[in-house]
């Protein structure tokens, strides 16, 4: 059985130069959460390494604001972003 997870926000934009998606909380999200990201041709997972709102570096974000999260791969606006539980 696969793990659990939990829709905790929505892809809104992607620097591909940089490689980091602006992502919309809906949930709260943390420094080293495990996290997949899905849309129709996007399957990634990966770990939370970085996060940044208006530039500045922090360890957690709330519903409400908006993030930006490196990725290891590309992702595409409208992808959803689930943290895995378990």
């Known amino acids: 059985m696969g793990q659990a997870k939990r829709m905790v926000g929505k892809v809104t934009h992607y620097f591909t130069k940089?490689?980091?998606a602006v992502i919309e909380l809906?949930?709260?999200l943390r420094i080293g959460d495990e996290i997949s990201i899905e849309g129709?041709?996007?399957r990634l997972r990966q770990k939370v390494t970085s996060m940044e709102i208006e530039?500045?570096?922090v360890d957690v974000a709330?519903?409400?604001e908006s993030v930006g999260?490196?990725?290891v791969e590309r992702v595409r606006?409208?992808?959803i972003v689930y943290k895995l539980e378990g």
Do not use: S
């Open 69 to 71: 999260l490196k990725v």
């Open 55 to 57: 530039h500045k570096k």
């Open 77 to 79: 606006v409208g992808d």
């Open 26 to 28: 809906e949930d709260e």
């Open 62 to 64: 709330k519903a409400g």
């Open 40 to 42: 129709a041709t996007t």
């Open 18 to 20: 940089i490689g980091v």
